[in-house]
Nanobody, 121 residues
Framework: QVQLVESGGGLVQTGGSLRLSCVVS????????MGWFRQAPGKEREFVAA????????DHADSVKGRFTISRDNAKNLVYLQMNSLKPEDTAVYYC??????????????WGKGSQVTVSS
């Protein structure tokens, strides 16, 4: 069974930075495409970023390009989301996800429970 646990969320002021981490259990972490999604109150869950198993391919939503960066460390079973220049509209619960599809397909099999990020104005 694959388990994902997010950490690093919190309260930050507009313009500040946070780094989310997601640790994945299991020996096959390095085979998974990893993604980050978010869901704000009253809104649908939306794609934020994804990275291929090798780290060689990544994708970011237009709303976060230039501000957020996804990365991974396969030796530590970790995936990160570095978030800079945060805005109040980035406030949401952020979810980590793992799957065997490509970065472009955005199809994930496993999900974490989420980490709250709140950006104050």
């Amino acid at each position: 069974q694959v388990q994902l646990v997010e950490s690093g969320g919190g309260l930050v002021q507009t313009g500040g930075s946070l780094r989310l981490s997601c640790v994945v259990s299991g020996r096959t972490f390095r085979l998974y495409t990893m993604g980050w999604f978010r869901q704000a109150p009253g809104k649908e869950r939306e794609f934020v970023a994804a990275i291929s198993w090798s780290g060689g391919t990544s994708d970011h939503a237009d709303s976060v390009k230039g501000r957020f960066t996804i990365s991974r460390d396969n030796a530590k079973n970790l995936v990160y989301l570095q978030m800079n220049s945060l805005k109040p509209e980035d406030t949401a619960v952020y979810y980590c996800a793992a799957g065997t599809s490509s970065v472009r397909e955005r199809n994930y099999d496993y999900w974490g429970k989420g980490s709250q990020v709140t950006v104050s104005s």
